[in-house]
């Protein structure tokens, strides 16, 4: 049977209940304290969704950008892009066809590799108000997600591959 202990029940005055007694209560109702796993987990889950955000930022700073990175021959440029973003995301983008991304919603220039990320976040603050963006938008998180599929298969085989005798 567990006990239910409040603030208010388990203290027979106005003041509030301490700390520990607090923890102590939420352990008698089944809650148990976040282990030192749970917080690994909960900080590594905080880093891949920040890693996943500046991801979806470049590949749309990209998308935007997709007739000047159809025009790029500079392959040390081109190098440089690939290492800011990945070359599975950089392939990715320059494989889709220009067509089927909104035209209004793209430019003739292209940003540096160190301009990616700030050049995508300013258009993701701008997306929600611009239908185009929106839906440039939308393309981008598709790549990414399609991107982060197929790198999690590729790491499950890689670790079935270790595991198998």
């Known amino acids: ?95 889709l066809d220009t067509a089927v991304l909104p035209q209004e919603a793209l430019v003739a220039t292209l940003p540096q590799a160190s301009e990616l990320r700030a050049t995508g976040q300013r258009l993701l603050d701008k997306a929600t108000d611009t239908p185009d963006l929106a839906a440039l938008t939308q393309r981008a998180v598709v790549i990414v997600q399609h991107l982060d599929s197929e790198r999690h298969a590729e790491a499950n085989s890689s670790a079935a591959a270790e595991t198998a005798p």
């Open 1 to 95: 049977m567990a006990a239910h202990i409040s603030s208010k029940s388990a203290s027979p005055s106005s003041e509030p209940m301490t700390r520990r007694a607090m923890r102590f209560g939420r352990r008698l109702a089944g809650e148990r304290e976040p282990t030192f796993a749970d917080l690994v987990r909960q900080r590594k889950t905080a880093q891949a969704a920040d890693k996943d955000g500046e991801r979806l930022a470049m590949v749309l700073a990209l998308l935007h950008a997709k007739p000047a990175l159809d025009r790029a021959l500079d392959g040390a440029r081109l190098a440089r892009l690939a290492d800011a973003i990945g070359e599975d995301a950089l392939d990715a983008v320059r494989n």
